[in-house]
């Protein structure tokens, strides 16, 4: 099934005092790249959420954004540094001797002093936040794909339809292309006639003949209409296929678009070049679609 590059994906919920919101934004990218916007005391989750996410999205840019509203009480866990509080109070000591100090250091300045108290996600809490999250990414992942999907269903209407049209018209091409020789011989057997009332000289029939071979050979494009017939159907193989296929649709088009080019030029009949034309112009309408192919 073919999926668009865009789309969005939302999910939130609620745990105790806090609220969280996961979004997801994907747009067109060449290869696959996905950015993770997390609160600062969430960052040790970025890993995991940006694996899960890959799960989901096979290429383009993905921007996912968790934001958290309320405050968790429960989350954290205070730790004093013992090391660093004793060290504080010996210098304050030595210091109060050696200047004659009355203020002593009281408890309520070394809480104070930065690197006394440290606050941390309790192990425990830690696991909760870290599956809570997984489930809010993971259904905001899902509800981004069921949009993918849902814009990709009428990309492959629409490619599918530009596709019956190229089709069309390069059938109709092969059934022109035999008849090329023939109006070009009775073309140059007219002109050799009209041209025979004017002079003298004869024509040899073995020149008119080899002219004519000539031209079948120049004007050939059996070859580009198998190839393209083939690009077709090749195309048509991949629009069914479940997984990533943008890239390999664009390549496919700028091969039939090279084909369409070669018999545009190398046939003299004015009705395969305006359908070649027609293929050309369809086939750059499809290459913009594909550009949102995922």
């Not at 969430?42 to 694996?51: A, L």
């Not at 049209?165 to 009775?186: D, F, H, M």
Request: aromatic fraction near 6%.
């Amino acid at each position: 099934m073919i999926r668009s590059m865009t789309g969005y994906g939302r999910k939130e919920d609620s745990r105790g005092s806090i609220r969280a919101t996961v979004e997801i934004r994907a747009v067109n990218h060449r290869f696959s790249e996905i950015v993770v916007r997390l609160p600062k005391a969430w960052n040790m989750f970025e890993d995991s959420v940006r694996k899960l996410v890959a799960q989901y999205v096979r290429r383009g840019r993905v921007d996912v954004t968790v934001s958290v509203e309320g405050k968790n009480s429960s989350a954290t866990v205070m730790d004093i540094d013992w090391d660093v509080a004793e060290q504080l109070v010996s210098i304050s000591r030595e210091m109060t001797q050696r200047f004659s100090l009355e203020t002593p250091l009281t408890v309520k300045d070394l809480l104070h002093f930065p690197g006394v108290i440290h606050t941390k996600e309790s192990d425990d809490n830690v696991v909760e936040l870290a599956e809570w999250l997984q489930d809010l990414v993971r259904g905001a992942a899902m509800d981004l794909v069921s949009m993918k999907e849902t814009e990709g269903n009428l990309l492959h209407a629409d490619l599918a339809s530009r596709l019956t049209a190229v089709n069309t018209w390069t059938r109709e091409i092969s059934q022109l292309a035999p008849l090329c020789r023939e109006e070009y011989k009775g073309r140059l057997e007219q002109r050799v006639s009209e041209w025979a009332g004017l002079t003298p000289f004869e024509l040899d029939p073995a020149r008119v003949a080899q002219e004519v071979a000539f031209f079948a050979d120049k004007s050939d494009i059996s070859e580009e209409l198998t190839r393209l017939d083939s690009h077709c159907q090749q195309f048509a193989k991949q629009l069914g296929k479940e997984e990533a296929i943008g890239r390999k649709l664009d390549f496919l088009l700028q091969e039939m678009n090279r084909e369409a080019n070669t018999i545009a030029s190398k046939a003299n009949h004015l009705r395969i070049q305006h359908l070649a034309v027609e293929i050309k112009t369809e086939l750059e309408k499809m290459r913009e679609q594909i550009q949102n192919v995922e």
